[in-house]
Protein backbone atom coordinates (compact mmCIF):
# COMPACT_ATOMS: atom_id res chain seq x y z
CA UNK A 1 0.00 0.00 0.00
CA UNK A 2 1.19 3.14 -0.97
CA UNK A 3 1.92 6.18 1.57
CA UNK A 4 0.02 8.46 0.11
CA UNK A 5 -2.39 8.02 -2.06
CA UNK A 6 -4.42 10.47 -4.99
CA UNK A 7 -6.51 10.08 -7.48
CA UNK A 8 -3.81 10.26 -10.41
CA UNK A 9 -6.79 11.77 -12.68
CA UNK A 10 -7.01 13.12 -15.03
CA UNK A 11 -9.68 15.28 -13.80
CA UNK A 12 -11.75 17.48 -15.77
CA UNK A 13 -13.97 20.31 -14.83
CA UNK A 14 -15.50 23.40 -16.23
CA UNK A 15 -14.19 26.82 -15.88
CA UNK A 16 -16.04 28.13 -12.90
CA UNK A 17 -16.88 25.02 -11.53
CA UNK A 18 -15.26 23.41 -8.33
CA UNK A 19 -12.59 20.94 -8.26
CA UNK A 20 -12.16 18.34 -5.90
CA UNK A 21 -8.99 16.54 -5.03
CA UNK A 22 -8.47 13.93 -2.54
CA UNK A 23 -5.57 12.47 -0.84
CA UNK A 24 -5.27 9.64 1.85
CA UNK A 25 -2.11 8.97 3.66
CA UNK A 26 -1.01 6.31 6.02
CA UNK A 27 1.98 7.50 8.52
CA UNK A 28 -0.71 8.60 11.50
CA UNK A 29 2.44 10.44 12.67
CA UNK A 30 2.17 13.11 10.17
CA UNK A 31 1.78 16.65 11.89
CA UNK A 32 1.04 19.04 8.78
CA UNK A 33 -0.37 18.52 5.30
CA UNK A 34 0.57 20.28 2.32
CA UNK A 35 -0.76 20.68 -0.98
CA UNK A 36 1.57 21.67 -3.98
CA UNK A 37 1.03 22.68 -7.31
CA UNK A 38 3.27 21.52 -10.00
CA UNK A 39 2.85 22.73 -13.83
CA UNK A 40 4.70 20.97 -16.42
CA UNK A 41 8.41 21.33 -16.46
CA UNK A 42 7.99 23.70 -13.48
CA UNK A 43 9.04 22.79 -9.75
CA UNK A 44 6.15 22.09 -7.43
CA UNK A 45 4.72 25.66 -5.74
CA UNK A 46 3.25 25.50 -2.08
CA UNK A 47 -0.35 26.93 -2.26
CA UNK A 48 -1.83 25.42 1.31
CA UNK A 49 -1.23 23.54 4.36
CA UNK A 50 -3.62 22.65 7.42
CA UNK A 51 -2.18 21.34 10.45
CA UNK A 52 -5.48 20.56 12.53
CA UNK A 53 -9.20 18.96 11.65
CA UNK A 54 -11.22 20.74 9.96
CA UNK A 55 -11.37 23.57 7.23
CA UNK A 56 -8.58 26.00 6.26
CA UNK A 57 -9.82 28.94 3.85
CA UNK A 58 -7.66 30.86 1.57
CA UNK A 59 -9.11 32.56 -1.57
CA UNK A 60 -10.37 30.12 -3.99
CA UNK A 61 -8.72 27.24 -1.81
CA UNK A 62 -9.90 24.95 0.82
CA UNK A 63 -8.32 22.62 2.44
CA UNK A 64 -10.16 20.00 4.70
CA UNK A 65 -8.35 17.53 7.24
CA UNK A 66 -9.70 14.99 8.68
CA UNK A 67 -7.23 12.56 11.06
CA UNK A 68 -9.25 9.89 11.88
CA UNK A 69 -9.61 8.95 8.58
CA UNK A 70 -6.48 9.56 7.44
CA UNK A 71 -7.84 12.16 4.32
CA UNK A 72 -7.17 15.41 3.22
CA UNK A 73 -8.36 17.33 0.34
CA UNK A 74 -8.43 20.04 -1.65
CA UNK A 75 -11.25 22.48 -3.05
CA UNK A 76 -10.85 25.01 -5.67
CA UNK A 77 -13.51 27.02 -6.51
CA UNK A 78 -14.54 29.08 -8.91
CA UNK A 79 -11.56 27.18 -11.34
CA UNK A 80 -9.70 29.06 -13.93
CA UNK A 81 -7.58 27.28 -16.95
CA UNK A 82 -4.65 28.84 -15.34
CA UNK A 83 -5.21 26.48 -12.14
CA UNK A 84 -4.36 23.34 -14.77
CA UNK A 85 -2.02 21.34 -13.20
CA UNK A 86 -0.64 18.70 -10.90
CA UNK A 87 -1.24 18.85 -7.40
CA UNK A 88 0.46 17.12 -4.84
CA UNK A 89 -1.03 16.11 -1.78
CA UNK A 90 2.22 16.04 1.07
CA UNK A 91 1.88 14.74 5.13
CA UNK A 92 5.15 16.20 6.96
CA UNK A 93 6.17 13.61 9.28
CA UNK A 94 7.92 15.29 12.43
CA UNK A 95 10.05 12.37 13.21
CA UNK A 96 11.45 11.71 9.72
CA UNK A 97 11.55 15.45 9.14
CA UNK A 98 10.24 14.72 5.42
CA UNK A 99 7.63 15.31 3.36
CA UNK A 100 6.17 12.20 1.92
CA UNK A 101 4.48 12.98 -1.83
CA UNK A 102 1.71 11.24 -3.37
CA UNK A 103 2.06 10.98 -6.53
CA UNK A 104 -0.61 13.80 -7.41
CA UNK A 105 -3.61 14.26 -9.76
CA UNK A 106 -3.83 16.21 -12.99
CA UNK A 107 -6.54 18.44 -13.14
CA UNK A 108 -7.37 20.34 -16.41
CA UNK A 109 -9.92 23.36 -16.39
CA UNK A 110 -11.75 23.60 -19.70
CA UNK A 111 -12.35 26.94 -21.18
CA UNK B 1 13.24 38.07 -1.17
CA UNK B 2 15.06 35.86 -3.34
CA UNK B 3 14.28 32.26 -3.79
CA UNK B 4 15.71 28.51 -2.94
CA UNK B 5 18.36 29.13 -5.88
CA UNK B 6 19.24 26.19 -7.93
CA UNK B 7 22.72 25.51 -9.85
CA UNK B 8 22.75 24.47 -12.52
CA UNK B 9 19.21 24.60 -14.54
CA UNK B 10 20.22 21.67 -16.44
CA UNK B 11 22.80 18.74 -17.02
CA UNK B 12 23.94 16.31 -19.33
CA UNK B 13 26.44 13.38 -18.07
CA UNK B 14 27.20 10.16 -19.32
CA UNK B 15 26.96 7.08 -17.54
CA UNK B 16 29.78 6.68 -14.97
CA UNK B 17 30.41 10.13 -14.53
CA UNK B 18 29.74 11.88 -10.77
CA UNK B 19 28.10 14.87 -10.58
CA UNK B 20 27.71 18.26 -8.39
CA UNK B 21 24.45 20.33 -7.90
CA UNK B 22 24.13 23.43 -5.60
CA UNK B 23 21.35 24.88 -3.64
CA UNK B 24 21.26 28.36 -2.23
CA UNK B 25 18.11 28.24 0.70
CA UNK B 26 15.89 30.89 0.98
CA UNK B 27 17.89 34.06 3.53
CA UNK B 28 17.56 32.87 6.90
CA UNK B 29 16.33 29.53 5.90
CA UNK B 30 18.82 26.79 7.83
CA UNK B 31 16.98 23.57 6.80
CA UNK B 32 17.82 22.39 3.31
CA UNK B 33 16.01 19.14 1.78
CA UNK B 34 16.57 17.08 -1.13
CA UNK B 35 14.13 15.49 -3.26
CA UNK B 36 14.00 13.15 -6.57
CA UNK B 37 11.47 13.43 -9.51
CA UNK B 38 11.11 10.85 -11.65
CA UNK B 39 8.05 10.10 -13.69
CA UNK B 40 7.57 6.82 -12.59
CA UNK B 41 8.78 6.96 -8.66
CA UNK B 42 7.24 10.33 -8.34
CA UNK B 43 8.72 13.12 -5.97
CA UNK B 44 11.05 10.77 -3.54
CA UNK B 45 12.77 12.48 -0.23
CA UNK B 46 17.23 11.93 -0.97
CA UNK B 47 18.04 13.54 2.52
CA UNK B 48 17.81 16.85 5.11
CA UNK B 49 20.41 19.31 6.06
CA UNK B 50 20.89 21.50 8.88
CA UNK B 51 23.54 23.79 10.81
CA UNK B 52 25.81 21.20 8.58
CA UNK B 53 24.94 18.11 9.64
CA UNK B 54 22.36 15.42 7.68
CA UNK B 55 19.20 14.89 10.12
CA UNK B 56 17.95 12.01 8.16
CA UNK B 57 18.31 10.06 4.68
CA UNK B 58 15.84 8.59 2.26
CA UNK B 59 16.50 5.49 0.80
CA UNK B 60 18.95 5.60 -1.83
CA UNK B 61 22.20 4.15 -2.38
CA UNK B 62 25.39 5.31 -1.03
CA UNK B 63 26.07 7.01 -4.47
CA UNK B 64 24.04 9.92 -3.28
CA UNK B 65 25.82 11.97 -0.72
CA UNK B 66 25.51 15.58 0.06
CA UNK B 67 26.52 18.39 2.59
CA UNK B 68 25.81 21.47 3.84
CA UNK B 69 28.06 24.77 4.20
CA UNK B 70 28.19 26.84 7.14
CA UNK B 71 26.08 29.50 5.22
CA UNK B 72 23.49 26.73 4.69
CA UNK B 73 24.16 26.79 0.86
CA UNK B 74 24.04 22.80 0.08
CA UNK B 75 25.53 20.44 -2.16
CA UNK B 76 24.89 17.13 -3.41
CA UNK B 77 26.84 14.66 -5.52
CA UNK B 78 26.03 11.39 -7.12
CA UNK B 79 28.70 9.34 -8.31
CA UNK B 80 29.15 6.41 -10.82
CA UNK B 81 25.83 7.89 -12.81
CA UNK B 82 23.01 5.41 -14.01
CA UNK B 83 20.60 6.09 -16.66
CA UNK B 84 18.33 5.63 -14.09
CA UNK B 85 19.29 8.69 -12.07
CA UNK B 86 18.18 10.98 -14.89
CA UNK B 87 15.26 12.92 -13.04
CA UNK B 88 14.91 16.72 -11.77
CA UNK B 89 16.64 17.07 -8.33
CA UNK B 90 14.85 19.60 -6.57
CA UNK B 91 15.95 21.16 -3.28
CA UNK B 92 13.64 22.98 -0.63
CA UNK B 93 14.41 25.43 2.31
CA UNK B 94 12.90 25.94 5.31
CA UNK B 95 13.44 28.28 8.78
CA UNK B 96 14.74 26.71 11.53
CA UNK B 97 11.30 24.58 13.33
CA UNK B 98 9.01 24.98 10.23
CA UNK B 99 8.27 22.18 8.13
CA UNK B 100 7.00 24.98 5.65
CA UNK B 101 9.69 23.66 2.79
CA UNK B 102 10.05 26.00 -0.50
CA UNK B 103 11.12 24.64 -3.62
CA UNK B 104 13.43 25.77 -5.96
CA UNK B 105 13.20 25.31 -9.74
CA UNK B 106 15.66 22.14 -9.78
CA UNK B 107 18.19 20.38 -11.48
CA UNK B 108 17.40 18.55 -14.65
CA UNK B 109 19.94 16.06 -14.84
CA UNK B 110 19.88 13.66 -17.94
CA UNK B 111 22.58 10.73 -18.13
CA UNK B 112 23.34 9.10 -21.50
Known amino acids: QKEVEQNSGPLSVPEGAIASLNCTYS??????FFWYRQYSGKSPELIMF????GDKEDGRFTAQLNKASQYVSLLIRDSQPSDSATYLC???????????FGSGTQLTVLP | KAGVTQTPRYLIKTRGQQVTLSCSPI?????VSWYQQTPGQGLQFLFEYFSETQRNKGNFPGRFSGRQFSNSRSEMNVSTLELGDSALYLC???????????FGAGTRLSVL
Open chain 1, 50 to 53: IYSN
Open chain 2, 27 to 31: SGHRS
Open chain 1, 27 to 32: DRGSQS
Open chain 1, 90 to 100: APYSGSARQLT
Open chain 2, 92 to 102: ASSFSGSDIQY
